[in-house]
């Protein structure tokens, strides 16, 4: 399904799905690592609605190697998260 989004769509995207100003608890590495993993999956999330947003012409594959990429950064801070519980 072909979609007619404006460029004020995409930003309004970022601003109320994702990026919005979050609290975050600051007091433990723990809790930061958790933020960082639940920011890592918001991106997911942001990424995976912006390709039905970004034409094929616009560069909607750079999207998916973006998307490819996060996991990889969830393993690495759930690592951490795991170092830092012991």
């Known amino acids: 399904m072909a979609y007619d989004f404006t460029e004020n769509d995409v930003f309004e ?5 994702v990026f919005f100003e979050k609290e975050m608890d600051l007091s433990s590495m723990k ?10 999956k ?9 390709k039905d947003l970004v034409p094929d012409t ?9 998307i490819k990429q996060e996991p990889g ?3 690495i801070l759930s690592k951490e998260l795991i170092a830092h519980k012991n």
């Open 42 to 50: 918001d991106a997911i999330v942001f990424y995976l609605g912006m």
């Open 73 to 75: 950064h969830i393993r």
């Open 31 to 40: 809790a930061i690592l958790k933020a960082a993993i639940l920011a890592e």
């Open 13 to 17: 995207m970022a601003d109320t799905q």
């Open 58 to 66: 616009l560069g909607k594959d750079k999207l998916d190697e973006i």
